[in-house]
């Protein structure tokens, strides 16, 4: 490699790792504190709607599109793991390489635990009339 | 690299994927920002006792015969805090390249604009305190207890800008090499500024939703 | 015995005594009340949380003195109450962190090859805020003024009217003041290990008990805040008649407790996760191999981290909110198994392919892999909301939370106590003292806590001062009593072994253990700096790789010994590639002003002198404008344009 990516191309694949890395546990976040609050704070006023949508839409949508984004985020986490087993196996001992490699491992993990959560909550979504208490 | 593809195909190549980011950050800044972190979260616990309270209090909101907030003040303080991050920014920018000068001035306009804030926001607790106080009801301890705690903060920042500024009349203190507190203050004061934006919203606009 | 020595030949005997010179401290009084020294903090830590420690254990003893039999008067209802707040909240706040923090202030430098933290004189005042903090909560107790209302102090029983007195603001005060210590000390440990590790330790070579204090770290970032807004506003509404969780002005009890779970829950793995820290600092050394599957273990530490947020509401399944919003918070409590699930078959794969070396802190490591799997099955159960609401504020969890609290984190503490005393004081411990200390914590743990899984079963309630014999309840309350007595005997002599170490114990070598990681190559105890040379890592396990070891000894190079004035070496956050040296404060007493000044406050706070209470502001921010005030540099040096 003798001239390298340019600055702002090297930046977009620093945060790309680090969407691997952390999309899923930003997307549960964002899932769980969207949906939560929408649907006690809802029932607890006693309604079944959220301005014109059903509730039950509301938090469905509020499972799938986190769910999307862990989605992505796993991939992004693969490919890292497989580039970087790829330029570890030409050899070349670089720690940024292998530090990359780990941060890829703990993503494709971390992503496949989120997107567990995710999917078990979107399952009771189906189960459950959102405001059975 | 002009085409989309070939930017991709760069960007998760793994010169790029192995990119250190972030990188050669100071202490003090990093400090700073969990320190930021951390009262952010606060705010947001906050912010979130608003709406719980709000929404498990049932359909009218403000409770028990208070209108609801008035916007002419809040919007006028508004007008008053946020654009005061720009004489920071520029004050910011100016030190770097070693201009003193331009640090003073920057710092004494974001002086007199948070104390315009602050006095606008004793006008506001003025004319409420007409209304209801904090022991009214929950709407009127959550009132001022998130603006007072909001406005406990721009006095802190205040207080920064304005030892940043005696450090810097003093002479001998900033200068392009050493800049980190001018910084880190700076990080403080935007932090002061975005949380008022999520508090205009909270108590003055989301009651007309 | 490792390759590395203290005095490395390679480091000339006028740069040592040049780092002497900078670095030491004499012991003199003004010494002790202006150190800034990572480790001479740290110790304080340990000893302080030690002593809140034995406050809280004898507390539990009365407690088990009165409940030994039914209807027995030792103490009065009302001085119950105040011994199970303040065991409860002194074992979880003023020893549970402080004591962790105490061993990540004195580990976490020597771990990454630095010579101090981040922010020296901001730790120092974080353990006079912890010290003072501690003290203003247990000076409440000789008064009759202790909190009385439970660790989690749940509304409205903590409301004025119902709860008349101090009691409950020495808790909102207290915690409100504690909180600064542990913020600034979380603080301290992140951007220590993201600036100050050794050049080359990349994030792929941080050993984990360096990950796990930093992934405590920032939990308490975003956990504290809901602490922090909660006791906020339970100060306003007993002292100046706010109605937050009063529900006669509009407020809502339920607040208090989600608030207090969204950091409560968080915290129960502030205090584990840090422990599981030093199990796997630990078992490299007794098992002659490093920790299997380290990428996984990292993985583990974050997960748990992150997951831990979303499950507060599991500890709220009796009160009666949608099925629905139940099941994000029991798909998050279900799935947050699998990652300590994975640490647990680590250590278990760790022991089955190394060489056991049979010690004693070995053997509390074992110890603590039994209780807590026991506690973990308990935990599973209430994961079943049906279950849940059966045992709910029973002995069952009483049971419970102490097997995963002293299984979880005594545990470990007392295997890293017995590990790093070498270390720390110079001295080894005597073995067989220690064997016995094990043998009877250990039996006295179970014979005291697996009863109350029973009485909790057959219904008795937790937190009543005493019982009615119809029951059937008394053979087990005393069966429990009993193995108290004998964890306090095995605890006791826990602290006898350390004090006979420290007065009679042999020389320690400097690696005792042949342990992997880079305090082992620094001097027992070590030097106030710590390395003479910063040695440049190769590996995960430096201590015992050769090349990291010649970077200190023939490979030492001049921007790595750094002896001409109190510098360390800042590195780049994810690589730790070499960014610059950077000087180092010195002593001051600025952190000791600054930390009265806030005692004074909270004390005016708290019996309503508010004159004083603003002088006290005053005197916080004059000390924190004279701290940072920046010193008076020629023009040439700051780059001034005009």
Partial sequence: MTTGPGPHTRLAGGLLLWYGVLGGAVAWAAHLLVAWPLDELTCAAGRERVAAVPLWLAVWLAVVIPGLVTVGSLLVATLVWRRTARASSAGAEDRAVDRSRMLAVVGVWANLLFLTIIVLGGVAVLVFPPCQG | MTDRGGVVAAATGVAALTTEEPVGRPTGWWGMVLFVATEATLFACLLGSYFYLRFQFGPQWPPGGVDKPKLLIPLLMTAVLVPSSLPVIWAEHGIRRGRRGRLRAGLAATLVLGLGFLALLAVEYAENLKHFTMTTDVYGSLFYLITGFHGLHVLVGLTMIGWLLAASLRGGSFGSHRHERVRNAAIYWHFVDTVWVAILFTIYLSPRL | ?642
């Fill in chain 3, 1 to 642: 015995m490792s390759t590395t020595t203290s005095t490395a030949p390679a480091v000339g005997r006028d740069d040592l005594a040049r780092l002497a010179e900078h670095w030491a401290e004499p012991r003199s009084l003004r010494s002790w009340f202006t150190t800034v020294d990572h480790k001479r903090i740290g110790r304080r830590y340990l000893v302080t949380a030690a002593f809140f420690f034995v406050l809280a254990g004898l507390s539990a003893l009365v407690m088990r003195t009165q409940l030994a039999r039914p209807e027995s008067g030792v103490v009065s209802p009302q001085e119950y109450n105040q011994l199970f707040t303040m065991h409860g909240t002194a074992m979880i706040f003023l020893f549970a962190t402080p004591m962790l923090f105490g061993f990540g202030n004195f580990l976490v430098p020597l771990m990454i090859g630095s010579r101090d933290m981040a922010f020296p004189r901001l730790n120092a005042f974080g353990y006079w805020v912890f010290l003072f903090a501690g003290l203003f909560m247990w000076a409440s107790l000789p008064f009759g003024a202790a909190p009385n209302n439970g660790w989690f102090a749940y509304a409205p029983l903590n409301q004025v009217q119902h709860n008349p007195g101090l009691h409950m603001d020495v808790y909102a005060l207290g915690l409100l003041f504690l909180g600064i210590s542990t913020t600034s000390g979380a603080i301290n440990f992140i951007v220590t290990a993201l600036k100050l590790r050794a050049p080359g330790m990349s994030l792929n070579r941080v050993p984990l008990f360096v990950w796990a204090i930093v992934a405590t770290a920032f939990m308490v970032i975003f956990a504290l805040p809901a602490l922090n807004a909660d006791n906020a506003m339970l100060f306003f509404d007993r002292r100046f008649g706010t109605h937050f969780f009063d529900p006669s002005g509009g407020g809502n009890v339920l607040l208090w407790q989600h608030l207090f779970w969204i950091f409560g829950h968080p915290d129960v793995y502030i205090i584990v996760l840090p422990a599981l820290g030093i199990v796997s600092a630990v078992l490299p050394a007794f098992t002659r191999r490093g920790v299997v599957a380290y990428s996984l273990i990292v993985l583990s530490i974050v997960a748990i981290a992150i997951i831990s947020f979303g499950v507060w509401v599991h500890h709220m399944f009796a009160t009666g909110l949608p099925q629905l919003s139940y099941s994000f918070f029991s798909a998050a409590s279900t799935v947050i198994t699998i990652p300590s699930g994975i640490q647990i078959f680590a250590w278990l794969a760790t022991m089955l392919l190394g060489r056991l070396v049979s010690r004693v802190p070995l053997l509390f490591v074992i110890g603590f892999i039994v209780t807590f799997v026991l506690g973990g099955f308990t935990g599973a159960m209430f994961a079943l909301t049906a279950f849940d609401q059966q045992v709910t504020d029973s002995y069952f969890v009483v049971a419970h939370f102490h097997y995963v609290l002293i299984g979880g984190a005594v545990f470990p503490m007392l295997a890293g106590i017995y590990y790093w005393l070498p270390k720390i004081t110079g001295r080894m411990y005597h073995e067989g003292l220690g064997r016995w200390a094990f043998w009877l914590a250990f039996t006295g743990m179970h014979v005291t806590f697996f009863p109350m899984h029973l009485t909790g079963l057959f219904g008795m309630p937790r937190r009543v001062y005493t019982y009615r014999s119809e029951p059937g309840w008394d053979g087990w309350n005393l069966v429990s009593t009993v193995g108290s007595y004998l964890l306090a005997l095995g605890l006791l002599l826990v602290l006898v072994g350390v004090v006979h170490a420290v007065r009679r114990g042999r020389p320690a070598p400097a690696d005792p253990w042949e342990g992997d990681s880079l305090e082992w190559s620094t001097a027992s105890p070590p030097e106030p700096y710590n390395f003479p040379v910063i040695p440049r890592v190769r590996s995960l396990h430096p201590t015992w790789d050769a090349r990291t070891a010649e970077s200190t000894t023939t490979g030492a190079t001049a921007d790595r010994v750094l002896s001409d004035g109190r510098r360390t070496l800042f590195t780049s956050e994810l690589d730790a590639r070499t960014e610059r040296a950077v000087a180092m404060p010195e002593p001051s007493y600025k952190p000791l002003v600054l930390a009265g000044a806030l005692l004074v406050f909270f004390t005016a706070m708290l019996l309503a002198a508010y004159p004083i209470a603003v002088v006290a502001v005053l005197v916080v921010a004059a000390t924190i404008a004279a701290w940072l005030w920046p010193p008076r540099r020629p023009d040439e040096e700051l780059g001034v344009a005009s």
